[in-house]
């Protein structure tokens, strides 16, 4: 006889556990006790529930899992950030990094396996779409990073769009803001996004998190030679609707541009890019870009990106160059993929 797949409870609500307690006749407090050992206490194995009773663990035993796996593969970079290697259930692969900058220590998570987006500067993008991650998967990156409790902040910026996997993507954030999980305030994590609409509109009103648009270009035919998206949702009508957006909820709104020599790095652009933001309140971090394979695309030199900043923010655009880490481990911006492990 086959044997009944276990649940998993990291990735479960509040309520969907108390409920699956009460179906298992365990008393309803159960519920917020297993809850808290899951979340809070962050233990691995149910057995580690030292306040539910042996029996009762083993009726637990027999149907769940707390769903936590360890990463297969940990590389440290020489400033500091990690990249960690972790198999999904359906044996597929991602990649999640964690990036320390002073006091805070931030989880760059993964909501794919690979992308379905196609973007030319992209190795995640170059990878194809394997699948998306459940709601289990993307926490499990978290609860299982090295150094886990000491993760200040999280970006949606890893493997995959996030708002093409929205309901686990979203389910995820709001067990990691709930009372009962790590209570984290919704300022302590940004989603990014090329801008999957439908999906968007649905972010903004759904979640207070920060969120960050790839841009990259202003011009809509150059844009959509890099980013396929622009065909369906110009970056124009995304900026439109943000424009009539409430922003004054304590969510930041930026803007992501990733520098390459020669195809968006002119005062043109600038000139444009101030254009297209029309007064929004939001803020522009320039990137750099890190070379990958198969890309005739370079990045643009270091006297054009400061360039470039000291004209946004003359025209009164907040503008920043994020400083890139974890190159020389595969582990910054654009570089994820677990291609070959497939």
């Known amino acids: ?188 994590i940004t989603l990014s996004t090329i801008g999957v609409k439908a999906n968007l509109k649905r972010f903004l009103q759904e979640s207070r998190c920060h969120l960050a648009i790839s841009l990259h270009n202003p011009f809509p035919e150059e844009r959509l030679d890099l980013m396929p998206i622009e065909k369906s949702t110009p970056a124009a009508s995304v900026i439109e609707a943000f424009q009539e957006h409430d922003w004054s909820k304590q969510r930041r709104l930026s803007f992501e541009y990733i520098l390459f020599d020669g195809v968006n790095d002119s005062p043109l652009h600038a000139r444009e890019l101030v254009k297209l933001l029309g007064g929004l309140s939001c803020r522009v971090n320039l990137i750099r870009f890190h070379v990958i394979p198969n890309s005739n695309l370079r990045p643009s030199p270091e006297e054009n990106m400061i360039k470039f900043r000291d004209f946004l923010t003359a025209k009164g655009v907040t503008c920043t160059i994020r400083t890139s880490k974890g190159e020389d481990i595969l582990a910054a911006c654009g570089m994820l993929s677990t291609a070959h492990k497939h």
């Open 1 to 188: 006889m086959e044997q009944e797949q276990k649940r998993y409870l990291l990735g479960m609500t509040l309520q969907e556990i108390t409920e699956a307690m009460v179906e298992l006749r365990l008393p309803k407090f159960a519920g917020k006790q297993v809850a808290d050992w899951v979340y809070v206490k962050r233990v691995k194995g149910i057995d580690e529930m030292t306040n539910i009773s042996l029996k009762n663990r083993e009726l637990l035993l027999g149907k769940f899992e707390v769903g936590r796996s360890d990463p297969l593969e940990v590389q440290t970079s020489v400033d500091g950030t990690r990249k960690m290697l972790f198999k999904t259930s359906n044996g597929h692969f991602v990649e999640t990094v964690t990036i320390p900058d002073r006091e805070r220590l931030t989880l760059c998570v993964s909501s794919q396996v690979g992308c379905r987006m196609g973007c030319d500067f992209c190795l995640t993008g170059k990878q194809g779409f394997q699948g998306n991650l459940s709601v289990t998967e993307i926490l499990n990156q978290l609860y299982s990073a090295p150094n886990s409790e000491a993760i200040t902040n999280m970006v949606v910026m890893g493997m995959g769009e996030p708002l093409d996997n929205y309901d686990n993507v979203q389910k995820a954030l709001e067990l990691l803001q709930a009372e009962y999980g790590l209570a984290w305030s919704p300022r302590r």
